[in-house]
C-alpha cells in the first residue's frame, strides 16, 4: 500500500466515506474525477465500499458534489487545523515558520517544503540536533492543492 492508499485509509479509519461501512473485504478507491490517465492524487480518491461506489456509478447513489462535500471534510481533517493554518499563512505571505511536527504531513503530501531551518535542539548525542523552527514554503502542487480546496 502507497503512501496515498494508507493515508485513504487513516482519514476514514478503515470505513466507507459515504456510508461509515467497516469492512475491509467490500472497500475500494474511488477517483473522484475520472479521467484517462487517472489522477492518482490524495484528494482525487475516496474510499467507498461496494454499494455506495456502485449507486454512485449508476446514478443513484451520492452525487459527485455529495463526494467532493465528503472529501472537503476529510482533508480538513487529515491536514488538522494547524496544517490548514500553515498553507494558509503560506499563501499569504509566501512562507510559515513552524515547528516540524505540526507540518511534516503536509511535507508528505508534497504541499510544503523546508526552506531553513531556523532553530535545533541538541540531544544527549552530541552529533545528534533536532529541528525545532523551521520557514516552509508552499509547492506548486501545494498552491494547486489550496487553491482547489479553497484553503484561503
Not at 503560506?90 to 515547528?99: C, D, I, K, L, Q
Amino acid at each position: 500500500m502507497n503512501n496515498v492508499d494508507s493515508l485513504l485509509w487513516a482519514e476514514t479509519d478503515g470505513a466507507c466515506a459515504h456510508c461509515g461501512l467497516k469492512d475491509q473485504r467490500v472497500l475500494s478507491v474511488h477517483h473522484i474525477h475520472p479521467q484517462e490517465p487517472k489522477d492518482e492524487s490524495y484528494d482525487n480518491k475516496l474510499l467507498l465500499c461496494h454499494n455506495c461506489h456502485h449507486l454512485h456509478h449508476q446514478g443513484k447513489g451520492a452525487s459527485k458534489e455529495d463526494l467532493l462535500a465528503i472529501k472537503e471534510r476529510l482533508i480538513r481533517k487529515t491536514l488538522t487545523q494547524h496544517g490548514v493554518n500553515a498553507i494558509k499563512t503560506s499563501r499569504r505571505s509566501g512562507f510559515v515558520v513552524a515547528a516540524p511536527y505540526l507540518v511534516n504531513h503536509l511535507m508528505e503530501l508534497g504541499l510544503l517544503h523546508q526552506k531553513e531551518v531556523i532553530s535545533t535542539v541538541r540531544t544527549d548525542d552530541p552529533q545528534a540536533e533536532v529541528v525545532a523552527e523551521a520557514i516552509y514554503e508552499l509547492t506548486l502542487a501545494g498552491a494547486k492543492f489550496a487553491e482547489k480546496w479553497k484553503l484561503d
